[in-house]
């Protein structure tokens, strides 16, 4: 990857104006009198957070080095640096793992995820082997002569990855679990116990290797989203159709995506008709219809017919790409849990050291205690104190969840924000486009003068076929199977509604005004109108001449999925839900008593839905807002978490929300609620588990009860069993 230094349009270095990777490229900054830049590496090995934490320390030690970032949820290295990239990706082997540098648009390759492609576990395998050999020979007293060289055989491969990152880290001044397995191993061999020397290199060895694998599959399982974009794409050029990767194509270029084909790039269909399956995007299990003029999103699938798609998104700029980028930007966000771990970690380990240190010297000094006996208890405490479960505990889980959430069509932009959805007491919903539908609908249709609803209908979408008023397309879209005249003399009667010529006759279509002006006898029309305006609805009359017709009553309808919804939020065990509107009460209060919600907040400005959630937060503590996320900005801030729905190809949306739900379903948000409350369930099981391990072993040494291998053996189970404990929230939380 070669430095670049390219002046864009948005004056950016780093990423030249058809840059198809800008993220894989350096963006240059000035630091002082030197150019700094900044790359991104993709990490491979890393299986431990406090390890992340390790080598995020030793490479900012790095002379050049301004800053450094090591995502250990996507695995994932930001470095700020003046070096070269074969510098940086030197510094991270000999820490013990592998640096590549990252390509976002490229991850569609990747390739799954394989046991034998690992050098520490090929080192594990022939480490077993030897160390099996040895066990064998000196259980059978055959050919005792080949046993200590075969134990030394199999510290030497199996150790060599441990002593190589132990002995970097000791560089930088850092003591990890590696070091700490490497002077096991050592005081093993110093006290003539070769075979427990070799059997703890062996597991340790091998617990690396297994909670590597199980890690990368959690990543891989996240990274899995990219892979869902086609690497190339049919385009139309110069009157031509040619299949390009997708990294040369460019916005205005026009894509065709058969039928059964993944839809490559972002863009708006330009032509045909067709069903998509975008449940990868917005987590919908039913495939969505598409015509003219819909936007459609990389990754998704084209089931019907053929789709001539316009190009409004680079590769890297897809709704996908931005889908990825924000799940791993996400797994590095801590979760409170996560920061209490932490800081419990960072006095833990230098604790046990120190406790390490007084059992291998204060019982032979002051009570004339075997000194062979308590240093081999100080090696067996090293080991069995390593924090790796307790650390791994809750990134794990955290990550697992978060994948699990991008996958059903929900992104969360950090554990923290997961966390805070388990202990939500009261929710706050937007009423238009988030409660409703956010366009009118006919409601009601009303005959006054012998016509049925149909012929009314049919009349009043005659009139509206020449008006681009929403209530015309609301008429239109109901009347769309019947059969309309031909207009003429169309005329719209701004404030009031339109008139035209229809078969011969004048037909009159508008409000209430428009027919007192023209003096229509109403008969009992006012009272009609009264009452469907009282529920919260607009009306339309319709007549000729001077005889009226009949109504049409619209509303902003209240979306299918809202009451069950909030009955599930109900369930879930959020004690207060509001709804917070500019609209006037009559019409909220209506909407409010379909959709089930407890306590209405009428005819509020902006800043005023800000005030009505600092009360709600006053009396219930912990506050969610939902909202589109735009419009909604200010409330969605001041919300202990703020919920943007329906934002699938917004990129405002997207920013705003500490959650966005990429498709309008409402019922995602009980989901979030139980996703998060098994996130904290799993955590604290692991926490506990990882804690009680350690107690009992630390007791079991004290008395003596512990050796080597069976130390390492626990240290290595309990990580896994906590990292694969975790990795249950890959799984759909129902």
């Known amino acids: 990857m070669e430095k670049t230094e390219v002046t864009t349009a948005c004056g950016c270095h780093g990423c030249g104006p058809h840059d198809t990777n800008p993220e894989a490229k350096h963006a240059a900054v000035t630091a002082g009198s030197e150019k700094a830049y900044t790359s991104i590496f993709r990490l491979s090995g890393l299986d431990c957070a406090d390890c992340a934490a390790h080598l995020e320390k030793r490479l900012v030690a790095l002379p050049g080095v301004k800053s450094v970032i090591v995502n250990f949820g996507a695995a994932k290295l930001t470095i700020t640096h003046i070096l070269t990239d074969a510098d940086i990706i030197n510094a991270v082997r000999q820490a013990g793992y592998q640096a590549e540098p990252y390509q976002q648009v490229a991850a569609a390759n990747a390739q799954p995820v394989r046991w034998w492609d690992n050098p520490k576990t090929l080192a594990t395998i022939f480490a077993g082997l030897f160390l099996g050999a040895a066990m064998i020979l000196e259980w059978t007293d055959i050919a005792q002569a080949v046993v200590i060289p075969l134990y030394a055989l199999a510290m030497i491969v199996g150790g060599y990855h441990v002593a190589k990152s132990g002995l970097y880290g000791l560089k930088s001044m850092t003591l990890d679990t590696n070091f700490l397995m490497l002077i096991a191993a050592i005081g093993a061999v110093a006290i003539g116990e070769w075979s427990e020397g070799a059997t703890v290199v062996f597991l340790f060895s091998l617990g690396n290797a297994l909670q590597a694998y199980t890690m990368d599959k959690t990543r891989q399982s996240i990274r899995a989203l990219m892979e869902l974009a086609p690497r190339d794409a049919l385009v139309r050029r110069d009157g031509q159709e040619v299949r390009l990767p997708i990294e040369e194509i460019i916005v205005g270029d026009t894509i065709l995506v058969l039928p059964g084909e993944r839809i490559a790039m972002d863009g708006k269909v330009t032509a045909g008709l067709s069903s998509v399956n975008q449940a990868a995007i917005t987590g919908e299990s039913l495939p969505v219809e598409k015509e003219l003029g819909d936007l459609v999103y990389a990754g998704t699938v084209n089931e019907q017919g053929v789709l001539e798609i316009l190009v409004t998104k680079l590769a890297q700029d897809s709704t996908l790409a931005r889908i990825m980028h924000m799940v791993e930007e996400a797994q590095a966000e801590k979760a409170p849990m996560q920061q209490f771990v932490d800081v419990f970690a960072k006095y833990y380990t230098p604790a046990v050291i ?58 969360i932009k950090g554990g923290v924000y997961l966390e805070q959805m388990g202990i939500i007491q009261a929710v706050a919903f937007d009423k238009t486009g988030t409660l409703t ?8 249709i009303v005959p006054l003068s012998g016509l049925d609803s149909e012929q ?35 005329t719209a009667l701004p404030g009031r509604g339109a008139q035209a010529t229809v078969t011969g006759e004048t037909i009159y279509v508008g409000n209430m005004r428009l027919f007192e002006e023209l003096a229509y006898p109403l008969g009992n029309a006012p009272q009609l109108v009264t009452e469907l305006e009282d529920q919260g609805k607009t009306v339309v009359l319709i007549g000729r001449q001077s005889e009226l017709l009949g109504l049409i009553a619209l509303a902003d309808t209240v979306r299918a999925t809202a009451p069950l919804a909030i009955a599930a939020l109900r369930k879930a065990g959020v004690k207060s839900i509001a709804m917070l509107t500019g609209d006037n009460d009559r019409a909220a209060r209506n909407i409010a008593l379909q959709a089930g919600v407890d306590t209405v907040f009428s005819e509020l400005l902006p800043q005023d839905k800000v005030s009505t959630l600092q009360q709600l937060a006053g009396k219930y503590g912990n506050v969610a807002m939902v909202g589109d996320g735009i419009n909604d900005a200010p409330a969605l801030a001041v919300a202990n978490v703020g919920i943007a729905m329906g934002v699938a190809g917004s990129d405002s949306a997207l920013e705003t929300a500490d959650i966005a739900l990429m498709a309008d379903d409402l019922g995602k948000l009980a989901y979030i609620m139980a996703l998060s409350r098994n996130m904290m369930t799993i955590i604290r099981q692991n926490i506990t588990f990882s804690l009680a391990v350690k107690a009992l072993f630390v007791i079991g040494t004290f008395a003596g009860f512990v050796n080597l291998w069976l130390a390492v053996f626990a240290d290595t189970g309990a990580s896994l069993l906590v990292t694969l404990n975790g990795m249950r929230l890959v799984r759909t939380i129902k």
């Open 354 to 411: 120190i406790a390490a240190v007084g059992i291998a010297v204060i019982p032979p000094l002051l009570f004339a205690q075997p000194f062979d006996e308590w240093f081999y208890r100080s090696l067996v405490l090293l080991v069995i104190s390593c924090p790796c479960a307790l650390v791994i505990s809750t990134p794990v889980s955290i990550v697992s969840a978060i994948g699990n959430a991008s996958r059903n069509g929900v992104l």
């Open 437 to 444: 539908e956010g366009k009118p609908a006919v409601t009601d």
């Open 456 to 490: 009314v209908l049919a009349l009043a979408a005659t009139v509206e076929q020449r008006s681009e008023h929403p209530l015309a397309r609301a008429i239109l879209g109901r009347a769309s199977l019947l059969e309309l005249g031909s207009v003429a003399d169309f």
